[in-house]
T-cell receptor, first 114, second 111 residues
Framework: AQSVTQPDIHITVSEGASLELRCNYS??????LFWYVQSPGQGLQLLLK??????LVQGIKGFEAEFKRSQSSFNLRKPSVHWSDAAEYFC????????????FGTGTRLQVFP | SQTIHQWPATLVQPVGSPLSLECTVE??????LYWYRQAAGRGLQLLFY??????ISSEVPQNLSASRPQDRQFILSSKKLLLSDSGFYLC??????????FGPGTRLTVL
């Protein structure tokens, strides 16, 4: 079955620390992969996406993610977290060339301490 | 540039009452449109999607229905709300092969 797992429900980091949010997927075909961020009470904003090519992708707000096919992972990273990064982060996977049916993980809530 | 609107932003409705949530997209034509529900502590669940006017695909059998009366308008409805319909409803659009872009959402509370 197709699925996305975000094993960390809640992560707390200090401002300025590095961050890695984990995402593992199970998908039978070549996937398209996405990371979205959601602030409380808001919609989802696209951070970055991976379709093909270079497995390290850069996104907005200083985020990057690395696709590792052998590990079925697409982890999100940021070298130095800012207080404004506190939000919920969702990983999603879709079928290549037709992302009508995105499968989302259950999200990771990031808390940032000053 | 493209913009997606949802209204209302928040809604409190009694059990058994009808529901109508509206989503409109500006700045694009013939988008694919999507309705998702987000329950507390869960990810997003795709409810319906539409590839064109009058074309609706239902992903989860439930108390809700969707319609697309115009190219850039997508409506989520219910004849009688249940307590379990409470949640955060998100509309999204896609044009082309890849990314879905989300609206601001509607918080629905059924009492």
């Amino acid at each position: 079955a197709q699925s996305v797992t975000q094993p960390d429900i809640h992560i707390t980091v200090s401002e300025g620390a590095s961050l890695e949010l984990r995402c593992n997927y199970s998908y039978g075909a070549t996937p398209y992969l996405f990371w979205y961020v959601q602030s409380p009470g808001q919609g989802l904003q696209l951070l970055l996406k991976y379709f093909s090519g270079d497995t390290l992708v850069q996104g907005i707000k200083g985020f990057e993610a690395e696709f590792k096919r052998s590990q079925s992972s697409f982890n999100l990273r940021k070298p130095s977290v800012h207080w404004s990064d506190a939000a919920e982060y969702f990983c999603a996977v879709g079928r290549s060339y037709n992302t009508d049916k995105l499968i989302f993980g259950t999200g990771t809530r990031l808390q940032v301490f000053p | 540039s493209q913009t997606i609107h949802q209204w209302p932003a928040t809604l409190v409705q009694p059990v058994g009452s009808p529901l109508s949530l509206e989503c409109t997209v500006e700045g694009t034509s013939n988008p694919n449109l999507y309705w998702y529900r987000q329950a507390a502590g869960r990810g997003l669940q795709l409810l319906f999607y539409s590839v064109g006017i009058g074309q609706i695909s239902s992903e989860v059998p439930q108390n809700l229905s969707a319609s697309r009366p115009q190219d850039r308008q997508f409506i989520l409805s219910s004849k009688k709300l249940l307590l379990s319909d409470s949640g955060f409803y998100l509309c999204a659009w896609r044009w082309g092969r890849d990314t879905q872009y989300f609206g601001p959402g509607t918080r629905l509370t059924v009492l």
